[in-house]
């Protein structure tokens, strides 16, 4: 007979939660946005030549699919003291692959202190490191189907390469909070639940110059933003 | 042969046809480079012809400038150049040549057939593919890309001279010509899940020859190379060479018009890659044999062919070598970015059947065996710029009072 009173309290802690939670939604704003690139951009750089490859005489094909458009490959992130820092929700599972000799996605962002489990699914070898001052990685080679997880402590873009296969390249931009988003095909982005506050709004690209704007967001209010790359 | 010849430029001529139709989409060219500049001092003895340094003295120089040109004139259809410094000639910047320049055809008709069309790297061995400073994990070159031997293209067998060293009577070949850079049309492709790949080609001329971009010879020459790759950690190949090494139009007047293209120079290899987690273990082995005319001595003249005879193609011999290289690298996981690598080179020479006192023939062997030993290590400061440094020494049988040894830093950038 006692069981009544506790649930009860057990629904009245949880409405209140959840009434905490609502008026903490309410006094959070939302960007939208797009982001446009202006005059043509130049095609990804291919290496040395690449009839110059490092082994077995067929692995100069270049492989030419395109990993997506342009603006899918940016990425838009804020700056800003009143965000809320890298902490473990905001350290999501990230993968980087490696199919058809294509680094899986080309372009990501993550928050600092995530781990990058790096699989290969090719039947070949790759041999994937870096040497951004970000991160200098060396995983060595690594057969089909093995897995090497490397963590990301240090902000900054890191590049990644394999030594084999000398087309290979991934961005990897390391952030000091949760607010990035990857633009639509069309560039439309919107970033949800930003704190109250002024922050500079940023847009990179890998072969592009950074842009960036200051933007004020309101409590529960809706800021916009149009960011060009060029 | 000679109808293979003009069949062939039939074929470059409908290909040219056909890159034409294609070309009318506008082309972006895209342009990349690498460049090396090499600190280096030797022994006494060192010389560019036995070990690639200019002298004995300190030299600093760009060892290479290259520019590669791309350009993807439709889905399957691209155009690569090479414009650079021939570095194994002269250390100078003040000739550059297109060292490559051909059109790509890849995934014909959705095939594993590929074609190469025009001024190509051979298709021999693994080496040629991997000479840039960044696939080289050493400075130096293997000596089959790098040690002249007694044949010349206007003689044939070229007796006397210091080991190495250019003769009064002309220029030495190495086994394989600087860079490997031949012209032609090139096959290639990988089956059975890349376990099984080919890459073959009609060229000019084979390896040794020093005119590949058009020569006055009659017949054409093949290249190739059949790779396989049983197991990931493994690949290896069989690579073969085969054709007239010797220039219609500079051989000399002992040697009948008709004869020239009876000289063939045939080389075979065999090449094996390990690599697991840091490490990469490279063989090759070459085996070379040079046809060669043989000349009578009219007078008691040593002085070759200023006094001879051309004797009958029955007299013609054979002059045999063969090579082993065998070099590795050793990554560090600790400090991203260095290695420690290094190479043994030995290059034999055979022995001939013929010991005719009134020829001009080699003495047995018709060379002194060379050997080179090299050890490397080399950091990348960015992906971009790498620095190396390399000691090496070698050794020529039967002159062991020279000093060869090399101590080389360089600085190659990627751009």
């Known amino acids: ?230 | 042969m000679s109808n293979t010849k003009h069949c062939a430029l039939v074929a470059l001529i409908v290909v040219g046809i056909a890159s034409g139709f294609f070309s009318s989409v506008r082309a972006q060219m895209q342009w990349s480079g690498i460049y090396s500049f090499e600190a280096t001092v030797g022994g006494s003895d060192s010389k560019s012809s036995l070990n690639a340094l200019p002298n004995g003295d300190p030299q600093l120089a760009v060892h290479q400038f290259q520019l590669f040109l791309e350009s993807d004139i439709a889905e399957h259809i691209a155009v690569h150049a090479k414009i650079g410094n021939n570095a194994a000639e002269s250390f100078d910047l003040k000739t550059l040549e297109f060292q490559l320049a051909y059109v790509d055809f890849s995934n014909i008709a959705g095939s594993a057939l590929n074609l190469s069309i025009g001024k190509i790297l051979t298709p021999f061995g693994t080496f040629a593919r991997r000479q840039l400073p960044h696939d080289n994990p050493l400075i130096s070159e293997p000596l089959y890309l790098t040690y002249p031997v007694s044949v010349s293209p206007s003689y044939g067998y070229l007796p006397g001279s210091t080991p190495g060293s250019a003769s009064s009577y002309g220029s030495k070949l190495m086994t394989m010509w600087t860079g490997g850079y031949t012209a032609g049309i090139e096959a290639y492709g990988s089956l059975l899940r890349e376990a099984l790949s080919y890459d073959i080609a009609l060229t000019n001329a084979p390896i040794s020859s020093t005119v590949v971009d058009w020569n006055s010879n009659k017949e054409l020459a093949v290249q190739g190379r059949i790779g396989i790759k049983p197991i990931v950690w493994f690949d290896g190949g069989f690579s073969f060479s085969y054709g007239s090494y010797m220039d219609a139009a500079s051989a000399t007047a002992y040697i009948p018009a008709n004869r020239i293209d009876d000289y063939k120079q045939t080389t075979l290899g065999a090449d094996a890659r390990i690599g697991y987690l840091y490490y990469e273990l490279n063989a090759e082995y070459v085996y070379n044999t040079f046809d060669v005319p043989s000349y009578q001595l009219v007078s008691n003249a040593y002085s070759p062919y200023s006094a001879t005879t051309i004797l009958p193609p029955s007299e013609d011999r054979t002059l045999p070598s063969g090579e082993l290289i065998v070099d590795g690298k050793a990554e560090t996981p600790f400090l991203t970015g260095f290695y420690l690598a290094g190479r043994v080179d030995i290059l034999h020479f055979g022995r001939g059947s013929y010991k005719h006192p009134s020829l001009l023939y080699p003495s047995f062997p018709w060379e002194n065996n060379v050997e080179r030993y090299a050890g490397a290590a080399g950091y990348s400061v960015t992906t971009d710029v790498r620095v190396k440094a390399e000691y090496n020494w070698m050794t020529i049988a039967g002159n062991s009072n020279l000093h060869l040894q090399v101590f080389a830093l360089q600085l190659s950038v990627t751009f």
């Open chain 1, 1 to 230: 007979m006692r069981i009544a009173p506790i649930r009860a309290a057990i629904l009245a802690l949880l409405s209140f939660t959840a009434l905490l939670q609502a008026q903490e939604k309410a006094s959070l704003g939302t960007i939208i946005g797009t982001v446009k690139i202006l005059g043509n951009i130049a095609p990804a750089r291919r290496d040395r030549g690449a009839f110059y490859r490092s082994g077995a005489s067929v692995e100069h094909i270049v492989h030419r699919e395109s990993p997506g458009s342009e603006l899918e490959m940016a990425i838009v992130y804020l700056q800003g003291d009143n965000l809320i820092r890298a902490n473990e929700e905001s350290r999501k599972k990230a993968t980087l692959d490696q199919k058809n000799a294509t680094f899986l996605p080309h372009v990501q962002a993550i928050v600092k202190g995530t781990t990058i489990l790096i699989t290969n699914h090719d039947d070949t070898y790759h041999s994937v490191f870096s040497l951004s001052p970000a991160k200098r990685f060396n995983i060595g080679r690594r057969p089909a189907g093995e897995t090497v997880p490397v963590t990301f402590e240090k902000c900054g873009v890191v590049q990644v390469f394999c030594d084999i296969h000398s087309h290979m390249t991934a961005y990897i931009l390391v952030l000091d909070n949760p607010y990035f988003t990857s633009p639509a095909r069309d560039g439309s982005f919107i970033l949800r639940d930003v704190p109250p506050g002024t922050y500079t709004i940023k847009a990179w690209h890998e072969r592009l110059s950074e842009s960036s704007q200051k933007i004020e967001v309101q409590p529960g209010s809706t800021a916009s933003v149009s960011l060009v790359l060029e």
